[in-house]
């Protein structure tokens, strides 16, 4: 019997660290990794948030730079318990999560816990939203969950500010 497929690519490589502007500078300018989309992630934009179940309120700062395929992101937590604090407090900065897009969160987080696999934070945001499951012991990492906004969201900025996508196209990565 051959097993259910549920993931059938990668979509996310997540890094936690401690101060996000220094990271991605140094992705760009010792590996040319970038243009950053970068966003601040709080209330109102960032809603219903939990962490281990219980009702939480917590902001980061991420940055999105898309490697053809897979998308890096950048996590600094600013506020809140969250899994990011709690990574960086017992194992310091390193890779966090892998990252899964789905078109109904909810959904596939009934059929996740029906394995077992319970969430661990969510939050929701417009039009989508994200939960990490408890994935580490068995898999030696999180694994979240997806479920992308529509509309976009909108970046708090970009850098560098002068650099584009279409100046260096993932492809040329």
């Not at 993931?7 to 990794?33: M, S």
């Not at 499951?133 to 997806?146: A, C, H, K, S, Y």
């Amino acid at each position: 019997m051959n097993p259910e497929i549920l993931f059938k690519r990668i979509d996310q490589v997540c890094i936690v660290v401690r101060d996000l502007q220094k990271t991605i500078e140094h992705y760009w300018n010792h590996f040319g990794i970038g243009p950053w989309k970068i966003f601040l992630f709080e209330e109102p934009i960032l809603r219903e948030m939990t962490i281990k179940g219980e009702p939480a309120k917590y902001k980061m700062h991420v940055a999105m730079c898309q490697m053809e395929n897979v998308y890096l992101e950048i996590i600094q937590p600013l506020s809140g318990n969250t899994l990011y604090k709690e990574f960086l407090e017992e194992k310091g900065e390193g890779l966090h999560h892998l990252g899964f897009f789905v078109e109904n969160l909810d959904e596939e987080m009934k059929r996740f816990e029906a394995k077992g696999f319970r969430a661990l934070q969510t939050g929701r945001f417009q039009g989508g939203g994200f939960a990490y499951l408890d994935t580490q012991e068995e898999f030696g990492t999180l694994f979240e969950l997806i479920e992308r906004s529509r509309p976009r969201n909108t970046p708090i900025r970009v850098w560098p500010e002068n650099e584009s996508e279409e100046q260096h196209p993932p492809e040329g990565r």
